[in-house]
Nanobody
Framework: QVQLVESGGGLVQPGGSLRLSCAAS????????MGWYRQAPGKQRELVAA???????NYADSVKGRFTISRDNAKNTVYLQMNSLKPEDTAVYYC??????WGQGTQVTVSS
């Protein structure tokens, strides 16, 4: 059974950095477009970053210049490097494969 497992969330101070990882099992990883979404309390889930098969990356305006999505196909893993974090980045972050598969989510809290 294919699974996506996120890791790397936690508590960080404003201006800090975190790197989220999403490991995929049981699939030919490289053919799929992948993305990171987030959902803050009381808000809808939103797309943060997407990496289209072929290498093109798209970002939400709110994270452009601060977040970077990347992948290592040899490790079946996609990453989200988050720099210059702000309190408004606080949310549960979800890995998503664009054929419908979701991870369980990892909490990111930005607070002093």
């Amino acid at each position: 059974q294919v699974q996506l497992v996120e890791s790397g969330g936690g508590l960080v101070q404003p201006g800090g950095s975190l790197r989220l990882s999403c490991a995929a099992s049981g699939s030919i990883f490289s053919i799929y477009s992948m993305g990171w979404y987030r959902q803050a309390p009381g808000k809808q889930r939103e797309l943060v970053a997407a990496l289209i098969s072929g290498g093109r990356a798209n970002y939400a305006d709110s994270v452009k210049g601060r977040f970077t999505i990347s992948r290592d196909n040899a490790k079946n893993t996609v990453y989200l490097q988050m720099n210059s974090l702000k309190p408004e980045d606080t949310a549960v972050y979800y890995c998503h494969r664009f054929d419908g598969l979701w991870g369980q989510g990892t909490q990111v809290t930005v607070s002093s």
